[in-house]
Structures are given as C-alpha cells and as structure tokens.
C-alpha cells in the first residue's frame, strides 16, 4: 500500500514559479510509476505529467512543455513537479497518484493510477 501526501502549493502571479512535492509511505514506491494530474474548478481531472519508477522515462502534456518538469527521488521516496512561467489556466488542485502495477511505463490515464494524495491548491493570478 501507499499513501501520498502533497505540498508546495500556494499563490503565485503570473511567470511564478513553484515546486510540488508528493511525499510517499510504502515500500511500493520505488517501483511505482508516478503521475501529477490537475483538476480545475467545475472540470475534470486531467494528465499532468508522469515518470517511470526508474525516472528513466517521463511524458508531459503539451500545455505544460518546457515549463514543468517532473523528477523523482527514491531514496527520499518523494517526486516533485517543478512548475514554471505559470499562467493563469495552471490554476487547480494538483493531485500526485501512484501506479504500482506498471512501474516501467509511466501511463497518462487517470484509472491506471491505483493510489491518489489529497491534493495541494495552485492558484495563479494574472
């Protein structure tokens, strides 16, 4: 089993930066793909970014190339998206998730993920 836990969140103006972390308990993490999602006010859940328990491997979705970047630290079990030139649209709740059935491949879909935080409040103003 695993539980996540996330922090870093807060307010910050447009071009800002900040980094989440998503601390973990369990010894499932190493080898767990992990993943960021987002989720706006009145939307769905939506894709972040995700890295391979390794870190060899890590997809983004497009709104968030070359701003964001995910990284992973197993040996503090805890991954992080560092987030910058945030716009006004990166505002969300940013949900840290863990797949442990598929370390390898760090998936983009949401029902993958097996084990979710409680979320961490990205608010950016413009």
């Known amino acids: 089993q695993v539980q996540l836990v996330e922090s870093g969140g807060g307010l910050v103006q447009t071009g800002g930066s900040l980094r989440l972390s998503c601390a973990a308990s369990?010894?499932?993490?190493?080898?767990?793909?992990m993943g960021w999602f987002r989720q706006a006010p009145g939307k769905e859940r939506v894709f972040v970014a995700s890295i391979s328990a390794s870190g060899g491997s890590r997809y983004y979705t497009d709104s968030v190339k070359g701003r964001f970047t995910m990284s992973r630290d197993n040996a503090k079990n805890t991954v992080y998206l560092q987030m910058n030139s945030l716009k006004p649209e990166d505002t969300a709740v940013y949900y840290c998730?863990?797949?442990?059935?598929?370390?390898?491949?760090?998936?983009?879909?949401?029902?993958?993920?097996?084990?979710w935080g409680q979320g961490t409040q990205v608010t950016v103003s413009s």
């Open positions: 369990g010894r499932a993490f190493s080898s767990a793909a």
């Open positions: 998730a863990a797949d442990t059935g598929r370390g390898w491949y760090p998936s983009t879909v949401k029902a993958d993920y097996n084990y």
